[in-house]
């Protein structure tokens, strides 16, 4: 079955500073891969996805993502963290065929430090 | 406005009790979803439908009963068996067909055992 890890709980940075929250992948085939965030009380805010194509992936709110097949990885990134993107992020990953559920990351909270 | 609405926000139960929380959607999606939120563990799928009138358990479906009679909405009952209910509770819908279509997600509704 698919799985998502996101090896830290919690990525402190200071704002305007570069912002990077990493995933890793593991499913069999070519991934879906997506980026979702929350806010305290929220539901979950789609920010991209991965599907085919450039390994790039440009989203809302300036975010963006790098698709690593070599790695298994799907990182995600913003080059000038503001303190508004202060929130939980979920990595999260679907097969493209057979158990095809999406399988999500325990999720990284984000600080933006002011 | 289209989207997903999730009520009540917010519900509290008392032991033994059956409680449901409503999903509706006016996004045209077919497929729907009913997800449980735990600090810490991520997303966990409780129960998903494909189709009206079908639906398959998740991960965790013990103690949850859900029916699918309209293409719309997708409600969840938290049964008395549900030994340990508090949570937070995501419904999301998705077009059909690709793996790769995006799940979006509701609001959410916090369930409380008083």
């Known amino acids: 079955a698919q799985s998502v890890a996101q090896p830290e709980d919690q990525v402190n940075v200071a704002e305007g500073n570069p912002l990077t929250v990493k995933c890793t992948y593991s499913?069999?085939?070519?991934?879906?891969l997506f980026w979702y965030v929350q806010y305290p009380n929220r539901g979950l805010q789609f920010l991209l996805k991965?599907?085919?194509?450039?390994?790039l992936v440009k989203g809302s709110y300036g975010f963006e993502a790098e698709f690593n097949k070599s790695q298994t990885s799907f990182h995600l990134k913003k080059p000038s963290a503001l303190v508004s993107d202060s929130a939980l992020y979920f990595c999260a990953v679907r097969a493209p065929y057979g158990n095809n559920r999406l399988a999500f990351g325990k999720g990284n909270q984000v600080v933006v430090i002011p | 406005d289209g989207g997903i609405t999730q009520s009540p926000k917010y519900l509290f139960r008392k032991e033994g009790q059956n409680v449901t929380l409503s999903c509706e959607q006016n996004?045209?999606?077919?497929?729907m979803y009913w997800y449980r939120q735990d600090p810490g563990q991520g997303l966990r799928l409780i129960y998903y439908s494909q189709i009206v009138n079908d639906f398959q358990k998740g991960d965790i479906a013990e103690g949850y009963s859900v029916s699918r009679e309209k293409k719309e909405s997708f409600p969840l009952t938290v049964t008395s068996a549900q030994k340990n209910p508090t949570a937070f509770y995501l419904c999301?819908?998705?077009?059909?067909?690709?793996?790769?279509?995006?799940?979006?997600f509701g609001e959410g509704s916090w369930l409380t055992v008083v």
């Open positions: 991965y599907i085919t194509g450039d390994n």
């Open positions: 499913v069999s085939g070519n991934p879906y």
């Open positions: 999301a819908s998705s077009s059909s067909g690709s793996s790769g279509n995006t799940i979006y």
């Open positions: 996004l045209n999606h077919d497929a």
